[in-house]
């Protein structure tokens, strides 16, 4: 089975790759930001928690995340492989994850990590906020969020380094080049 956790930092084409990634590999998508962004429209107690962290540019806090996740997959246990896009962001949200899919018996079969200079990120942010009126796409909440993933998400890099899952990959060149690289990637790997 194919699980493939997509990680980077915001605006590194997580959610752009992962609806290329589901489209040849027929796996089931995760992203915790659209999940989350579909509770705030429908006001829900946990879109209305969310709204407030996500437009401050923080994270939304781990048990909120993991149980939203949890429940995801007991939804979606025919799922032939998943896509995690944009989870985990935290350590203890790896964990949480490690063990919710050892008690499925199933298991990460890589994390394929997308790295992209800070200034390009921020300039594709502030095009996709006009495009979209998203409102963690302003400059302050920008810069905000690239702080909280270098305080918080970034370390994860190590933790999946360490466990032999981290499969680099460059984010900088088109949405098509970098895609071709995710294809090598996957198709070299043991599932
Ligand atoms: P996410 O929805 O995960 O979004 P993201 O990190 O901003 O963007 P992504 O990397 O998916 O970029 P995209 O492909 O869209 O998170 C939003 C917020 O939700 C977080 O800040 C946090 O508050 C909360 N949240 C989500 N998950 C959480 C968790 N697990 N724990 C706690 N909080 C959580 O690309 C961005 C733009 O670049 C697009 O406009 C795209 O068209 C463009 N682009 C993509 N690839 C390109 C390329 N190769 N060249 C040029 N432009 C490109």
Redesign the pocket.
């Known amino acids: 089975m194919l699980n493939i956790v997509l990680f ?1 930092a ?8 992962s609806e290329l990634i589901i489209k040849k590999y027929g796996l089931h998508h995760i ?4 999940i ?1 962004r579909k509770e705030i429209e429908r006001k829900s107690p946990l879109g209305l928690q969310a709204e407030k ?2 437009s401050a ?4 806090p781990d048990e909120l ?1 993991i149980d939203m996740l949890a429940d995801v997959l007991n939804k979606n246990t025919d799922a032939k492989g998943y896509i995690f ?6 350590i203890p ?1 790896a964990k949480a994850l490690d063990k919710l899919l050892g008690e499925r018996e199933i298991a990460i079969t890589a994390v394929l990590s997308l790295k992209v200079e800070e200034k390009a990120l921020i300039q ?2 502030l ?2 906020g006009q495009e979209s009126g998203r409102a ?1 796409d302003k400059l302050e909440v920008i810069e905000n ?1 690239m702080k909280v993933y270098r305080e918080q998400t970034d370390p994860l890099r190590d933790f999946y380094k360490k466990n032999g899952k981290l499969v680099n990959i460059p ?1 900088d ?3 098509e080049e ?1 895609f071709e690289e995710i294809v090598v990637e996957i198709d070299r790997l043991p599932f």
């Open positions: 980077g915001p605006g590194t084409g997580k959610g752009t790759q992203s915790t930001g659209d989350l962290h996500i540019g923080q994270l939304v995340i896009d944009g989870f985990p962001r935290t949200q594709r942010l095009k996709r963690d969020r984010g060149g088109t949405v970098v």
